[in-house]
C-alpha cells in the first residue's frame, strides 16, 4: 500500500517562503506522476502544479514564477518550493500520486500566509 506524507507547513508572512515535502513508501514513485493540490476553505480542491516521471513540469497560472516542483527520485520525495507566498496562498496543500490505477493522497499540511 502506497503511504504519502506531506510536511513543511507553516506559518509565514507575506513574501516568505516554504518548502513542502511529499515522501512515498516505496519505490514505485520514481516512474509515477506528483501532483501538487491545495484547498482553501470553501473551496474546491485546486491542481498547483504536477512534475512527471521524466520530470517535465507544469503550474497553476497564479503560481508561476513563484513555486517551483521537483523530485529526488533516490528519497521517494517530492518537493513543492513555495517563495513570494501571498495570502491567497493560504490553503492545506496535498501531494496525489497514482499507482496501479488508484490516486493515493496525502493528509496535507497547512500552508498560512499572513499579511
Known amino acids: 500500500q502506497v503511504q504519502l506524507v506531506e510536511s513543511g507547513g507553516g506559518l509565514v508572512q507575506t513574501g516568505g517562503s516554504l518548502r513542502l515535502s511529499c515522501a512515498a513508501s516505496?519505490?514505485?514513485?520514481?516512474?509515477?506522476?506528483i501532483r501538487w493540490y491545495r484547498q482553501a476553505p470553501g473551496e474546491q480542491r485546486e491542481l498547483v502544479a504536477i512534475?512527471?516521471?521524466?520530470?517535465?513540469?507544469n503550474y497553476k497560472d497564479s503560481v508561476k514564477g513563484r513555486f517551483t516542483v521537483s523530485r529526488d527520485n533516490a528519497k521517494n520525495t517530492a518537493y513543492l518550493q513555495m517563495s513570494s507566498l501571498r495570502p491567497e496562498d493560504t490553503a492545506v496543500y496535498y501531494c496525489n500520486m497514482p499507482s496501479n490505477g488508484v490516486n493515493y493522497w496525502g493528509q496535507g499540511t497547512q500552508v498560512t500566509v499572513s499579511s
Open positions: 516505496q519505490s514505485i514513485f520514481r516512474v509515477s506522476s
Open positions: 512534475i512527471t516521471s521524466s520530470g517535465s513540469t
